[in-house]
């Protein structure tokens, strides 16, 4: 059975090991099998289960 309409918050961390500031990042990440993404307040965007967040803090 599935929780529809449960909500799941998902947080990436990226880490930058370099001495040099990153600047115009841009985060790629797969959703785990049967979540769905909705919205994002950091202006993330989704093409099936691939989520982009463009300009992350590093």
């Known amino acids: 059975m599935k929780d529809e309409g449960v909500r799941n918050d998902l947080l990436r961390l990226p880490r930058h090991r370099h001495r040099h500031r990153a600047e115009n990042v841009t985060v790629t990440d797969a959703?785990?099998?049967g979540l769905t993404f909705v919205s994002?307040?950091?202006g993330c965007t989704a093409t099936g289960?691939?989520?982009t967040c463009p300009h992350a803090r590093p």
Do not use: E, H
């Open 31 to 33: 959703l785990p099998a």
């Open 40 to 42: 994002s307040p950091d």
């Open 49 to 51: 289960q691939q989520v």
